[in-house]
C-alpha cells in the first residue's frame, strides 16, 4: 500500500530466534498498530501507539515488543520466536483528519516460525 | 468489551447476483464506526464502506452497500451484480470512535470466504 512499507513480506525463523518486522510510513499518520491474522480467528490486535513515545497493549501482547521513537516507524520484535507465532503480520496507519478512508493496511508480513 | 461476529464462515454465489453477508456486534456504546473489509487473496487490506452509527442513512459505495440496523446491532453487507474479482475474504470490523487512544482500535470478525463463481 502506498504510504505503508512492511519487511520482509515472507520469513521463516526457528523457534527461540529473534527478529524485528518493519513498519514505516509517511503519511505523517499519528496512529500506527499491528495485527496479527490466523485462520478462522480474524484480526487480532497485538500493540498500538497513538503517537511517538507512547505505544500500548493490544489484545494478544505476549511475545512481543514494540517502540516508537519517531512518527514514521513502528517495529514489531518478537524477542524468542515461538511456532503459536506463526501468522501473517498487518501493519495499519490512521489519523483522525482522514478517517472517511478507515485505516490503511501494510502488505503484510508472513511469518513461519518452525 | 465489544464483539463481532460473521456467522457465515464461507458463502458462494453466482457471477451477476446478488449476495448478504451478515454481521453483528456487541457494544453498549452509543457512537462508534463500522467497516467492511476486503482482503483478496493477494493479501492487501482494502477498505470497501464505513457507516457511522449516528447516521441512519445506510452507506453505499458504487455496488455495495449495507443494512445498519443500530437497535439490532447488525451490520450486513449487500454486494450487487457479482464479479469474479469480489471473490475474497470479507471482514466486519467496529471501531468504538474515532482515532484517539484506544478508542480508534479496530476489532474484527472472524471473515466470511466469499467465492464469486461463472
Known amino acids: 500500500n502506498a504510504g505503508v512499507t512492511q519487511t520482509p513480506k515472507f520469513q521463516v525463523l526457528k523457534t527461540g530466534q529473534s527478529m524485528t518486522l518493519q513498519c514505516a510510513q509517511d503519511m505523517n499518520h499519528e496512529y500506527m498498530s499491528w495485527y496479527r491474522q490466523d485462520p478462522g480467528m480474524g484480526l487480532r490486535l497485538i500493540h498500538y501507539s497513538v503517537g511517538a513515545g507512547i505505544t500500548d497493549q493490544g489484545e494478544v501482547p505476549n511475545g512481543y515488543n514494540v517502540s516508537r521513537s519517531t512518527t514514521e516507524d513502528f517495529p514489531l520484535r518478537l524477542l524468542s520466536a515461538a511456532p503459536s507465532q506463526t501468522s501473517v503480520y498487518f501493519c495499519a496507519i490512521g489519523s483522525s483528519g482522514v478517517l472517511d478512508y478507515g485505516y490503511t493496511f501494510g502488505s503484510g508480513t508472513r511469518l513461519t516460525v518452525v | 468489551a465489544q464483539t463481532v461476529t460473521q456467522s457465515q464462515p464461507e458463502m458462494s454465489v453466482q457471477e451477476a447476483e446478488t449476495v448478504t453477508l451478515s454481521c453483528t456486534y456487541d457494544?453498549?456504546?452509543?457512537?462508534?464506526?463500522l467497516f467492511w473489509y476486503k482482503q483478496p487473496p493477494s493479501r492487501q487490506m482494502i477498505l470497501v464502506i464505513r457507516?457511522?452509527?449516528?447516521?441512519?442513512q445506510n452507506a453505499t459505495e458504487n455496488r455495495f452497500s449495507v443494512n445498519f440496523q443500530k437497535a439490532a446491532k447488525s451490520f450486513s453487507l449487500k454486494i450487487s451484480d457479482s464479479q469474479l474479482g469480489d471473490t475474497a475474504m470479507y471482514f466486519c470490523?467496529?471501531?468504538?470512535?474515532?482515532?484517539?487512544?484506544?478508542?480508534?482500535?479496530?476489532?474484527f470478525g472472524k471473515g466470511t470466504k466469499l467465492s464469486v463463481k461463472p
Open positions: 457494544t453498549s456504546e452509543n457512537n462508534y464506526y
Open positions: 457507516q457511522e452509527a449516528y447516521k441512519q
Open positions: 470490523a467496529f471501531m468504538k470512535d474515532y482515532y484517539g487512544g484506544s478508542q480508534g482500535n479496530l476489532i
